[in-house]
């Protein structure tokens, strides 16, 4: 499948939804993508069951905190390098790249790869939304290695990782991003096509596309945006969304600290909905509560979203005053396994509230 | 040359005398090796002058704060696979490893890796002395690169980095070396045997156990190990020192921060010495001044010797009330010249003075 300037729209504000806030800003990662279609590049999307089992597929993206993407702008060609020189190590060309994460930047990047590279791009990837560490991969959950990995910089840095376990990757790498800058381009979680098959969240670059189609086409035929997207979600892997909130963002606190956008915001209630949410957020929207009561809770999706435009807002965009409708959205049962929920379950954020999904929360 | 139990003692004491401070406690490097010696394995020197100019050359060494080193000690094996892991990104062996610095554990770490390896270890190191940052090699100053750097742990974490320039490569793995607990293990500027002969502070292994047996048979013969070791030193390429300052220690201020063992020491004068000499510590002696007047400046040596046993003390060993002298010495002139100052002269450590040489200096 060839991505068209219009998937790239979609695929945007798709990407920006399933990425629960986190991710980095949508529009710039389109532009990336944007550009290679203007110079007449194919960004071709490659369905993972049509991999070939012994296929080598590297992953590629950037990593950093969303505070610092928006001002250290990339042009998405620097991951090529990363790409590069895994393949250098491994002794082997890859096939295909693929997304790590489905959200803002991080679903682009790979496009920008791809199309530069003129490698297909795997509708999959290892989240099947945003997450804030590298450890966080279904990947990692079901026994590939994240590490060898290869961190580079825009300045002719690069380092070659290989961690003891995936977490120890993720604690070494944050820092070698932090000392380049806030952000850095990394090529990680090489692995089969098999592996690919089994272990990926599949089809999420496409289910990014159909969402933010539906957004559009709805506000188009004047119908509501967010019904639209809740009768969609059953057609998907993600079979089901409910609005949790709706109301007037009063307060945001925000730090980028460890590496981190750490922060929370706090929504009073409007149109029928009493009281006032408090999303708590590392990177992504990771619980909401109203008065202290759980709404929904992570790896489920919480997705603050424009009330009037049904654009989703990523976590760095978040100002006072904003208008916003709170959706949270039912992950892929990959996702919510027990040795998934053991490494990017509520405990891994220092939530001491169980794992409820949204569709058994009252 | 083959080293015995002897040289190895004076080697330790030569050491911390050479590094100035730093280069962690010399009790320990030296059991590393003692256990070398006491399993029937070799620990062989070589003159810089012997190796061949296409002989491939790998330093290895530890990184991380001397505060953190006594805490954490290694057996001196763990460079062994940052040795390894660079043979393989270069796809060739090692025909010998070398110190990167003449200080204290890093003098032994490469005499560990050779006995167990069955590698001679060049006569020479990088430093001339110890210093607390990797760009700050004469190898680097005369144009031989760090990167690639293989930095490990004892968890089997490993990086290989390679920096945009030798100060990338310190300020990424410093930060590597601090996730990995404070101190790690380093395979770094590798080179050619033409290499070591053009940039390397030559016959440093050597000198330091010619300073250790100096003081060591002085003692026994009852001589101050102080006017032995002055009287040694011009036939050396240190060809100059004097007593700079004898005194009580009154005060040590130190922290840990940003991996480095920051602080100050305060003596006040005794035996004719008059007022408080300040030191200013970067894991290394760096500057003394008397009264706010500079008696010595970087990257001349500045050691505290305990004025009753001439032990030289290293910075994390110093207390409040050891009664001490401080002996400043002439580094050789490959360590003097503008592009040497550059990289390891006292601006680069923060500090306003200008280099004065200490024969010269008033």
Known sequence: MKL???DLADLAVGAAFLGTGGGGNPYVGRLMVERCLDEGLTVELIDPSALADDALVIPTAMMG???????????GEEAIDSLRLL????????????PIEIGGINSTIPLVVGARLGLPIVDADGMGRAFPE?????FGVYGVSGSP??????????????????KQM???SRMVAIRMGGCAY????SMSGADVKRTAVPNTLTLAMRIGRCLRTAKARHESPFEALLRLLPQTLYNYGRIIFTGKIVDVARETRNGFSLGRARIDGLAGFAGTMEIEIQNENLIARVDGKVKAIVPDLICIMDSESAEPITTESLRYG???????????QIMRTPEALDVFGPRCFGLSEPFTPIETMV
């Open 134 to 138: 590298l450890q966080m991969e279904t």
């Open 170 to 172: 993720e604690w070494l």
């Open 65 to 75: 905190a969303p505070t610092v993407l928006v001002e250290k702008l990339p042009s």
């Open 149 to 166: 990995m290869v961190v580079t910089d825009e300045y002719g840095d690069s380092t070659l990782l290989n961690g003891a376990d995936n």
């Open 87 to 98: 393949e250098r190590y491994l002794g082997r060309r890859a096939d295909a790249t693929m």
């Open 322 to 332: 904003q208008r916003v409708t709170v959706v949270a959205v039912a992950v892929p």
């Open 186 to 189: 990394i090529a990680e979680y």
């Open 4 to 6: 068209t300037s219009e």
